[in-house]
């Protein structure tokens, strides 16, 4: 089955020691997205890239940085951990109607079952 | 500026019967809106969407309604079965290719 993929789903780091987390999708989609969730809150959008295009949120703090090295893989650098980045790391995306095999529009995000990252 | 309300945190109900999710939105550019739904430790998932060219669209046992004029719209799903227990995120679109999501609302279906 077409899937969106992430690894790992559970992720212990330092305080201040870099981590990556990983996103790969089999739906050939090409816009993918990274959200943080925190508990009971809504997920807040990271940045996207459309294709290779990086769309930065402009409230995204620095300490998160993003690589789409190429259309089924994305991850999310965060340089420096701090206490306050503890949460659930949501990867998504959706694709565009004018693709073959794609008939959703494009604003439907196809979601990956998350990577929770504890800070210590 | 949370852009899309989901007021009610929780939801309690009767296996079989109604449950009525509720959320308002306060971008009149959004013309696009979907609910999805998430298990604990799971992802979203897509569950049923609406484009603002309609005021209802059903996919089996869900509904959803959207009221422009009142920049709202709601899910209802009948009826109400066990495994629907979950987190129920409304999210909108203004066609930019994001997503805002409201908060949440957490649907305890009792047996």
């Known amino acids: 089955d077409a899937m969106v993929i992430q690894n790992p789903r559970y992720q212990v780091t330092q305080f201040g020691k870099p981590v990556t987390l990983s996103c790969s999708q089999t739906?050939?989609?090409?816009?993918m997205y990274w959200y943080q969730q925190k508990s009971s809150q809504a997920p807040k959008l990271l940045f996207h890239?459309?294709?290779?295009?990086?769309?930065n949120e402009a409230d995204t703090p620095d300490n998160f940085q993003s690589r789409r090295p190429n259309t089924s893989f994305c991850f999310l650098d965060i340089r420096s951990p701090g206490l306050g980045d503890a949460a659930m790391y949501l990867c998504?995306?959706?694709?565009?109607?004018?693709?073959?095999?794609?008939?959703?529009?494009?604003?439907?995000?196809?979601f990956g079952p998350g990577t929770r990252l504890t800070v210590l | 500026d949370q852009q899309v309300k989901q007021n009610s945190p929780s939801l309690s109900v009767q296996e079989g019967r109604i449950s009525i999710l509720n959320c308002d939105y306060t971008?009149?550019?959004?013309?696009?809106f979907l609910w999805y739904k998430k298990y604990p430790a799971e992802g979203p998932t897509f569950l049923i969407s609406?484009?603002?060219?309609?005021d209802k669209n059903e996919d089996g046992r869900f509904t959803v309604f959207l009221n422009k004029s009142a920049k709202h719209l709601s899910l209802h799903i009948v009826p109400s079965q066990p495994g629907d227990s979950a987190v129920y995120f409304c999210?909108?679109?203004?066609?930019?290719?994001?997503?805002?999501f409201g908060a949440g609302t957490t649907v305890t279906v009792r047996a």
């Open positions: 999210a909108a679109s203004a066609g930019d290719y994001k997503l805002s």
């Open positions: 739906l050939n989609h090409n816009v």
């Open positions: 998504a995306t959706s694709g565009n109607p004018g693709q073959e095999g794609i008939s959703e529009p494009t604003d439907t995000q196809y």
């Open positions: 890239y459309y294709d290779k295009d990086f769309n």
């Open positions: 971008n009149s550019m959004f013309d696009y």
């Open positions: 609406i484009s603002s060219i309609k």
